[in-house]
Every structure is written in structure tokens, then in C-alpha cells.
């Protein structure tokens, strides 16, 4: 997500299918991952919960760094995370000070594998394993605050970067195939109005790491991020705020920019990264302004439902991703 709404609003994905004793899920089995801040002064930390059973456990217990993204391989076996220092001023989202982590489910065998700075990138983000489990999909910030964002791919050891795609764009996403990216451009060149932020897709060629045929799927007065396909690659799901953030609605479109219909619409701020599961729900967590609870929910496409999956009193949850099997 670009740097102003880093500083502006929370995001969330990630998931695992393994029991906590490592064997195989078993089928209908749902493991969220979702980053968590227990109390106003703890650092953001990574949890996952059993969503079948209820069983929670810790994956980072870090006091020097908030991790405040997590992303699943594949296979379901390796976890990609976002980390910053405690000391920086943002304490999550905060792109300009981070650094990509590889690590084991359970977040063992943590290894740095595109460091802050990394190929003089000024900030970075995003992650997400192709569906093949080859390379990472992510955005760079090149130079400085002011320098727009690109999306990229690097390997799985977080080398060989290339940019794949020409005009600025963010909140990049692949489809389930890996064959479509959704992402986040801008409608004209010049002065960036956060309202001229729109939903765009492209074919990826997975073999040659190449895009092509792009389209501007939406045109209107929203703040647009966050896009994620549905399991079957028919429509996208997306958020979509006023401009300066204080009031964001969770959307959905088909793959030709038609039909769109609001699929949440209250005072609050819905976004992501949000990640369609393949029980037809999406999942995403909610701000209200004036409020610290910050909750991970869920929209059921089935029934058109929102219901609040992760809420606390004292606690804020964000970043969530669920897979189910």
C-alpha cells in the first residue's frame, strides 16, 4: 500500500494448513494467521488460531520488532513476514524501515531476505508467494518519499528483482492461477488526488515474468485499494474510501469492471490486504474512527454477512490470512 496510507489506515492477510503438531490439516480446517498488539504498548506481534478448533499459538515473540504482515506459501509450510523496529515512529505499515522475513510456520528458522535499503529501495512491501511457490510479488519505492511506487517480483531467497510493471502501482495481487494481477494505478499522469487511484488487472506470464494486456477496470471518485480476486478468478474485491481515509467500503466488481456492488457500507474502514478465501469469504479487519479496537472480520459472499471473527477490549488485530482445506 503507497506510503500516505501507511500512515492513515491498517491492512490485513495471511494463512497456514498444518496442526500445530506439524501433520496435515484435515479437510474443511481453517488456520488464520493475523498480527496482533495485545496492549496500547506491546509490539505488533504474528499469531495463528485454528479457526476449527479454536486453538491459538504464538509464531513471533519479538520485543524489539512489530511484524504487522504475513503471507503463506504455497504448500502452507513457510510463512513470509514484515518486521520494523519497535523504535521507529510508525509501528505498523511501516514500509520505510522494514524488512522481509522467510520463516517455517510455526515462525522458526527466521531468515532476513531482503533487508531494509536492499537495492537502495527507499521502501517496500506486500509480499506474496506466486501460486506455483517460485517468486514473490511485492512493491518498491525507489530513492525517496516522493518517488512512486513499482511492482516487482524477486525469487524466493529475495534476489533478482525485476520490475514488471511500468506505471506506479501498489497493492499488487495474483489471481489463483497465478496467471491475472490485480493492482492499484493511477488514472492520469501528473498530481496524484488519492480519488484517482484505480483498480487495474493483467495477464502474467509466469514462465517469461512478464505482464501484458493492462485495463482500468474502475473510474470513479473513491480511494481504491487492496484488490484480490475471488477463488474463482470471476470478480474482485477491493476497498474503497474517501480520500483522506476516514471512511473506507468493501466493494466487489467482476474481472471486466462491471456490476459493482457494495458489499459493506457503514462509517467504518474496511480494507487489507484483504484476501477472498476459498469458503467464499472475505477476509478483512475494521476500523472505527475515535476507536483503538481494531477487528478482524469476515464477509460472507454467500449470505452477504459481516461477522467480527477477532475483537478485544484491550487488544488490536490486523493483517489477517486465511486458507482453508
Not at 519479538?62 to 510508525?90: E, G, K, M
Not at 488487472?201 to 484480490?228: E, M
Not at 454467500?302 to 488485530?317: D, K
Request: hydrophobic fraction near 35%; glycine fraction near 4%; aromatic fraction near 12%.
Amino acid at each position: 500500500m503507497h506510503k500516505t496510507v501507511i500512515l492513515s489506515i491498517l491492512i490485513f492477510c495471511s494463512i497456514s494448513c498444518k496442526k500445530e503438531d506439524d501433520t496435515p490439516a484435515t479437510p474443511q480446517e481453517a488456520i488464520l494467521y493475523y498480527s496482533t498488539k495485545e496492549t496500547f504498548d506491546a509490539p505488533w506481534q504474528i499469531s495463528k488460531e485454528n479457526l476449527t478448533t479454536g486453538e491459538t499459538s504464538t509464531v513471533t515473540n519479538d520485543p524489539f520488532h512489530n511484524y504487522w504482515w504475513v503471507s503463506a506459501s504455497p504448500d502452507n509450510r513457510q510463512l513470509l513476514l514484515l518486521r520494523s523496529p519497535v523504535t521507529s515512529l510508525i509501528d505498523q505499515f511501516d514500509y520505510e524501515n522494514c524488512e522481509m522475513i522467510k520463516c517455517d510456520s510455526d515462525g522458526k528458522n527466521q531468515k532476513v531476505i531482503i533487508a531494509d535499503n536492499q537495492y537502495d529501495w527507499f521502501a517496500f512491501g506486500n509480499p506474496y508467494w506466486h501460486p506455483n511457490g517460485d517468486r514473490i510479488l511485492m512493491i518498491a519505492q525507489e530513492s525517496n518519499a516522493t518517488a512512486p511506487f513499482f511492482t516487482y517480483t524477486v525469487d524466493t531467497n529475495g534476489n533478482d528483482p525485476q520490475q514488471i510493471i511500468n506505471q506506479y502501482s501498489i497493492d499488487a495481487h495474483w489471481n489463483k492461477e497465478g496467471d491475472k494481477i490485480a493492482f492499484i494505478g493511477i488514472a492520469e499522469e501528473g498530481f496524484i488526488d488519492a480519488t484517482s487511484f484505480e483498480v487495474f488487472s493483467c495477464n502474467y506470464d509466469a514462465k517469461a515474468n512478464s505482464v501484458s494486456t493492462i485495463i482500468q477496470l474502475t473510474s470513479d471518485d473513491t480511494r481504491n485499494h487492496d484488490p484480490c480476486f475471488s477463488p474463482d478468478g470471476s470478480e474482485i474485491a477491493f476497498s474503497a474510501s474517501n480520500a483522506d481515509l476516514t471512511n473506507a467500503d468493501l466493494v466487489s466488481i467482476d474481472v471486466l469492471g462491471n456490476n459493482r456492488t457494495e458489499l459493506i457500507n457503514d462509517n467504518g474502514i474496511h480494507g487489507g490486504p484483504l484476501h477472498w478465501g476459498e469458503d467464499d469469504k472475505i477476509y478483512n479487519h475494521s476500523i472505527y474512527i475515535g476507536t483503538s479496537n481494531f477487528t478482524v472480520n469476515v464477509f460472507n459472499t454467500l449470505n452477504n454477512t459481516n461477522g467480527t471473527i477477532l475483537s478485544s477490549s484491550t487488544a488490536a488485530y490486523i493483517s489477517p490470512f486465511c486458507v482453508q482445506q
